[in-house]
């Protein structure tokens, strides 16, 4: 992150602290004390707790789910959650000249082909990004991979793919807060909203 960025971002995040901070104690102590406790890397980028604080000081509708660390589906069907029929997967892939990336949202229980997903969407052959790449661009970690990591995408480069089924039902959908021990349910056309502002590109579409 460029310094007048960081700059930027660090201001935006004190603004959320405060905010959060404001309500419930009304003193500046509460977010020196906050800030403290974070490391520069953690100011840097849009973490769990920033995510936490993001959602609240928009007062964006959201539940929380924490739970021990979970690095696949399977580790997650062992979590008891409050609304498993809206639990995401998300895979980040980039093409094989590695210029474009793409997160693609669906389903828990749907098993994505990424051969068929290429085809249709005119794209060049797609592997999975390696986790260089998934730090480097969204600040995650393997097992932590979430639409709210496009937060931190600073040059919008990745491109994000969501199952229209998440439009259907109840309209929900629960991803990680850009950290592995805990999920967030929002409403989608919240979390869309969310990205849209950012300015990363979205495509809804039937997966």
Sequence with gaps: MHDQESRIWDKTLMDMIWSQYEDSYGCAEKVAEYMRK???????????????????????WHEITEHKAVYNMEEL???????????????????DKKRNYYLITVKGDKRVDLNEFRQKHHTRRLSF??????????????????????????????????DRAFADAQGLIGVHPNDNTATVWM????????????????????I
């Design 38 to 60: 974070m490391t520069p890397y953690e100011v840097s980028l849009m973490n769990k707790q920033g995510i936490y604080i993001y959602l609240k000081s928009r007062k964006i």
């Design 187 to 206: 409403k989608t056309k919240d979390l869309l909203n969310m990205i849209e502002q950012h300015g990363n590109e979205i495509h809804i579409v039937k």
């Design 129 to 162: 990004a390696s986790e260089q790449d998934l730090m480097d661009l969204l600040g995650l970690i393997p097992g932590a991979v979430t639409p709210l990591g496009l937060l931190n995408d600073e040059a919008r480069k990745v491109q994000f793919f969501l």
């Design 77 to 95: 069907s062992d979590v008891a959650l409050p609304y498993p029929e809206a639990d995401a997967k998300n895979l980040f892939v980039r093409d």
